[in-house]
């Protein structure tokens, strides 16, 4: 059974910063793309950003320069660094894992994702 968990969400203040990671067990692969989406009330679900087995990274246009994504493949771990946050970032944040072999695409949507976190909330006021 896969289990990916998300944590280090929280509240801050705009401007600050938080660092989610996600943890996966019970996958046995470390050659796939992973990623984080979010999910803001009243809103679709939207890629943040994406990275593969070879550390290549893709990231929204609303977040690149302020966010940075990492994988740890002897962890089976899953980062996501977030800087400077915005009140538009407040959001639900999910990890999600593709199946092996499977890589990440430039446009965040077209990649297929086959696992997800439960999420993680993430705050942020002005």
């Known amino acids: 059974l896969i289990q990916m968990v998300e944590s280090g969400g929280g509240a801050v203040q705009a401007g600050g910063s938080l660092r989610l990671s996600c943890a996966v067990a019970g996958y046995p692969y470390d050659n796939y793309c992973m990623g984080w989406f979010r999910q803001a009330p009243g809103k679709e679900r939207e890629g943040v950003a994406q990275i593969d087995s070879d550390d290549t990274t893709h990231y929204d246009d609303s977040v690149k320069g302020r966010f940075t994504v990492s994988r740890d493949n002897a962890e089976n771990t899953l980062h996501l660094q977030m800087n400077n946050l915005k009140p538009e970032d407040r959001a639900m944040y999910y990890c999600?894992?593709?199946?092996?072999?499977?890589?990440?695409?430039?446009?965040?949507?077209?990649?297929?994702?086959?696992?997800w976190g439960q999420g993680i909330q993430v705050t942020v006021s002005s």
């Open positions: 999600a894992a593709a199946l092996p072999k499977v890589g990440c695409y430039a446009d965040l949507d077209r990649t297929e994702l086959s696992y």
